[in-house]
């Protein structure tokens, strides 16, 4: 069982910069694969990135790529989520997810979810 807390969220203007952290509890954090989701209002959770167990592979959506760095620290328990040269469609509400079996771009295939983070980049 893994427990998983966003933080990191707020208002930001187009073109700032915001981490947002995922803190998670359980022995075996390092064993699992990691993901950041976003969904805005009236919109479907889309994908932004996920990382491996050890942090040596990670995927990224195009509209993120070069922008966001997803990072993670398994001796705190935490992955990361830097986010630079924010725009307003980047505005959503921010999901980390964990799995054991993997790093994935399908939320079904993540068995843990954090609350979310609230996440407003204004123009």
């Known amino acids: 069982q893994v427990q998983l807390v966003e933080s990191g969220g707020g208002l930001v203007q187009a073109g700032g910069s915001l981490r947002l952290s995922c803190a998670a509890s359980g022995r075996t954090f390092s064993s699992y694969g990691m993901g950041w989701f976003r969904q805005a209002p009236g919109k479907e959770r889309e994908f932004v990135a996920s990382?491996?167990?050890?942090?040596?592979?990670?995927y990224y959506a195009d509209s993120v790529k070069g922008r966001f760095t997803i990072s993670r620290d398994n001796a705190k328990n935490t992955v990361y989520l830097q986010m630079n040269s924010l725009k307003p469609e980047d505005t959503a509400v921010y999901y980390c997810a964990a799995d054991p079996s993997g790093y994935y771009r399908e939320p079904r295939n993540y068995d843990y979810w954090g609350q979310g983070t609230q996440v407003t980049v204004s123009s």
């Open positions: 990382i491996s167990w050890s942090g040596g592979s990670t």
